[in-house]
């Protein structure tokens, strides 16, 4: 009869396909269940923390909810941080943990459910009779409110027999939340009205839009209003034309897009949250544009929102399409945007300014001066190079803003940033293990730094492994914690601590079975452009490891800089 650890295996594998992990006391029969019982995947890391991050970066990376897996103790609490990132990422997985005895704590156990509370995820502990029920109730958990959840399995019952595997319901999604209510109908109202007489209409979409299925009912708002648009760095390429799109805003935004965003007199928000980065610290927006905000959050949030709706980012686009085309349940007259008053004689403002050349950033220059490579051109040249059917893959740190200004990508599951939602680094390698089984026909790439790229090296076997000749990484080697550098340098604080001996990551990746390459000058990339053309299927996995310049901050960072001189 199947074990306690076998039902758990057997009905998660009825809703997930991709389970990452590390082997230990406490997961081993649920892993012998899951590998001899289930058609899930198994994929092996080489530290707890990485297969967390594996799981989130394939449930962003393919929208479908993952596992990961360790055992008690401390293979628990490796997992603690990369936890703490899904949760406050809103990345939807299922921890499957080995934990105490049922008869109490061993003096190597800790309070699991007490830590996992503590960075916000739920655990959902089986027993010997509810095992499956359990286990289909924690998964319902994760989908429902996107966040990851604890599903442990005692240590004394593990392995008991459980009986006949009984049939398990579904987990219940719930539906698309709709705007509701008077005040609801009432406020698309005044967003509709405030579109249709804007002069300079702008709409921001972020990942929240991305996950409710916005894209069509957002580019044709767009259309509707001759609005320009941007998204957030996690909803990058939502907007379905790039012609009239200024890209991400804050930070990582173009000196010119940013500005043309100042000179906006509406703005509707869809499914981004206005952190202090998308919102440049306060100025992103001018004192007079008047901003709404459509999200599932209980209130704004931000305090320049001067209008909300709770609601999916998609079905209060399409209301306001509709409204806008004055569909039988629009209140509003039957008016186009070419024949309201302020704009009868000029064409829409996002057909009167040069959007190309407004969101193009700082070319660099092919050497900074400390003879170092300038990361702006080497950037800029890699974009040139990459495959364009890539998903990008971000570690957290100073480098972050070189991929993100400099390399578009498609669609806002082809850029993943695990690791920024809870400002952590070491996220990087594991990432591509779970993007490259999520993605299997598309070329993997990591941008990371050498403060997380070491931080994290456990798991540069398992990149290369998973990813093989569709994976590669650029490492942005400036022998130091950047960020740190930056911030704390420059007021004169002690740099000892924030300084990294120069590594030589191309010999690293080498020793697992890489291609490394060391780039000193913009020609060392060459290699790229000829690695792009070669067969993925016989050719290794490239590590660029780029000799950068520690010298040219990155716009964001001056922006973090300034706001805390």
Known sequence: MPSVSAHVALTLAQHIDAVFGVMGNGNAYFL???EKQTDAVFTAVRHE????????????????????????????????????????????????????PTSGPRPWDVDQIALASAVGART??????DAAATTVIAVEHALTYRVPVVL????????LDAGVLPAAPAPRIPEPLAPRGEFAEGM??????????AERPFLLAGRGAWLAG??????????????????????????????????????????????????ADVAVVFGASLNQFTMRFGELFAPGTRVFQVDTAPTATHPHVGGFVRADARLAAEALVARLRDGDDSPLPEVSLAASTHTRDLPAWRDRVDVSAARSY??????????RLDPRSAARRIAELLPEDRVVVSDGGHFIGWANMYWPVAAPDRMMMVGTAFQ??????????????????????LTSGDGGGLMAIADLESAVRAAGGRGMAVIWNDAAYGAEVNLYGLKGLAEGPMRIPEVDFAAFGAAVGAEGVVVRTLADLDRLQSWTREDAATRRFLLLDLRISGDVIAPYQQEIIRVNS
Not at 59 to 82: D, P, Q, W
Not at 152 to 159: E, G, R
Not at 362 to 371: F, Q, V
């Open 362 to 371: 700082d070319p660099g220059d092919d050497l900074a001066p400390d003879g």
């Open 214 to 263: 916005a894209s069509e009912a957002l580019g044709a708002l767009a259309d509707a209003t001759g609005a320009l648009t941007a998204s957030s760095a996690l909803g990058r390429g939502v907007f379905p034309d790039p012609d009239h799109d200024l890209g991400v805003t804050g930070g990582f935004g173009a000196d010119g897009a940013m500005s043309l965003v100042r000179e």
């Open 49 to 100: 923390a990485g297969a967390v991050v594996a799981a989130d970066a394939h449930c962003r990376a393919s929208g479908r909810i993952a596992a990961a897996t360790s055992t008690y103790g401390a293979g628990f609490t490796n997992t603690v941080t990369s936890l703490a990132e899904a949760v406050q990422a809103h990345v939807p997985l299922v921890l499957v943990v080995g934990d105490e």
């Open 32 to 34: 012998d269940a899951l």
């Open 152 to 159: 442990a399995i005692p240590y004394d019952v593990a392995a």
């Open 424 to 445: 952590s680094i070491g996220q990087g390698w594991p990432s591509v293990v779970g993007a490259a089984l999520a993605r299997r026909d598309s070329t993997i790439v």
């Open 124 to 129: 959902y502990t089986v027993g010997r009779a």
């Open 188 to 197: 698309l109202d005044e967003i509709a009205a405030a579109l249709r007489d």
